[in-house]
């Protein structure tokens, strides 16, 4: 048990975690062994799934049997390589969005150090508001 309880905590990969899943649902199916399989349960909801499931957790409870969790976790586990890809592409956008916004920002520091344009010029050509070309222009003039 104790081995199978380290595999679930450090497996490679969805496959391994289903794979001692199943293996416990085996080894724990005797009537007298129901308090330990829904411990697994428990510990399986409340302390592995938060730290590796992407996104909202499947629908259940402590009172589930082990083998119905390891059933909802096979056809949950499908989905997690798409939610992974999604939150990197997230992601992915968001700090080009940052990276683009800081780019223009640092334009606009320029336009107002070089030249004599006015800050609606300026957000214009930048595509800010005027209200953060005005906060800039402000910021450097400190």
Do not use: C, Y
């Amino acid at each position: 048990m104790a081995a199978a309880l380290f595999r679930l905590e450090h497996n490679r990969d969805e496959q391994d975690m289903l794979q001692v899943l199943g293996h416990l649902v085996d080894w724990l199916k005797a009537p007298e062994q129901t308090g330990l399989r829904r411990s697994f349960v428990v510990w399986i909801r409340r302390v592995m799934l938060p730290h590796r499931a992407p996104g909202p957790l499947p629908e259940f409870n402590d009172l589930q049997d082990l083998h119905e969790v390891h059933d909802m976790l096979a056809e949950h586990i499908k989905k997690w390589p798409e939610r992974w890809e999604e939150k990197g592409r997230q992601e992915g956008r968001q700090e080009a969005e940052a990276h683009a916004l800081e780019s223009k920002r640092n334009a606009v520091r320029k336009l107002i150090a070089l030249t004599e344009m006015d800050d609606q010029t300026i957000a214009e050509i930048e595509e800010l508001p005027i209200e953060e070309v005005a906060r800039i222009r402000a910021e450097t003039q400190h």
